[in-house]
């Protein structure tokens, strides 16, 4: 089983991921509580460069946002 880290946000509805698109996805969301169980959104990445798209949706006024990705193609935590 995978777990995930303890979110460090003070208020998953101020800001938090609204939309994720890669290899055919396009994942458009909204606050979470910090986290979406996505696991069942299949795509396709071909071998090579691909392209991410991840956009931040805000309650209020906008800040500047940094991301990390982790793509665990074998669902194996790893």
Known sequence: MVTYCTSRGNNSS????????????????????????????????PYGNNTIVISA?????????FWKVWIDFNKNGV
Do not use: M, R
């Open 57 to 65: 949706g805000f309650s209020d006024a906008a800040y500047t946002e």
């Open 14 to 45: 101020y800001e938090y991921i609204d939309n994720v698109a890669i290899g055919g996805i396009s994942n458009v969301s909204s606050s979470n509580n910090g986290y979406g169980d996505f696991t069942a959104q299949t795509g396709n990445l």
